[in-house]
């Protein structure tokens, strides 16, 4: 046992390795928790758009699944409030969408619009995990493809396969939607995507 002033040389590497994952805490984000002593908290972002509030509706039941895994914390905001600096933080993305005239959202694009140059060759954001959610009063695959397509453009990486509401958000929609969330957080917390 080395003693220099009276602290153990276990006390002093304690407090070193202390000192050395409050530094990791800060670099990776200021707003980050720390939990049980880790200072890593997976952030699984839940961006939609809504006009007659049935993608809402879906958006939340994802974050309510997302929310329900260990040490992940939840960021749902709609799209035109989401800036580039939540799409680099995030460790996961859940994107929803209504179909509009066999299209996405326009406001879904206008966050692609907003985003793609500034990100475009980051490794912030190569492999990317994602999930995908559209209420659809037809059958969803436009908006479906549309947004896939811009996807890989992004170089994101789809985790699983989206749920798409046909009409009516019915109560199985809202389940899968938490299933959707668990799996995309869960995934991320693991290390697996």
Do not use: W
């Amino acid at each position: 046992m080395h003693r220099a002033s009276g602290v153990s040389f276990k006390t002093t590497i304690a407090r070193l390795l202390y000192i050395y994952i409050l530094l990791l805490c800060t670099q990776k984000q200021t707003g980050r928790l720390l939990r049980r002593g880790i200072c890593y908290v997976q952030d699984t972002l839940v961006v939609y758009h809504s006009q007659t509030g049935h993608t809402k509706r879906m958006a939340e039941s994802v974050a309510k699944g997302a929310g329900s895994v260990v040490d992940v914390e939840v960021i749902i905001k709609r799209s035109a409030e989401t800036t580039l600096q939540d799409l680099l933080d995030c460790d996961g993305l859940a994107i929803g969408s209504p179909e509009y005239f066999g299209y996405m959202a326009g406001m879904i694009k206008d966050f692609f619009d907003r985003t793609y140059n500034e990100v475009r060759g980051k490794r912030e954001i190569f492999r990317k995990p994602y999930v995908i959610f559209i209420s659809a009063g037809n059958d969803g695959i436009g908006a479906l493809n549309s947004i896939e397509r811009i996807f890989r453009g992004y170089q994101f990486r789809k985790v699983f396969e989206p749920v798409v509401a046909r009409r009516e958000i019915t109560e199985e929609i809202l389940a899968r939607g938490e299933e959707l969330g668990k799996t995309i957080a869960a995934g991320c917390e693991a290390g697996i995507y």
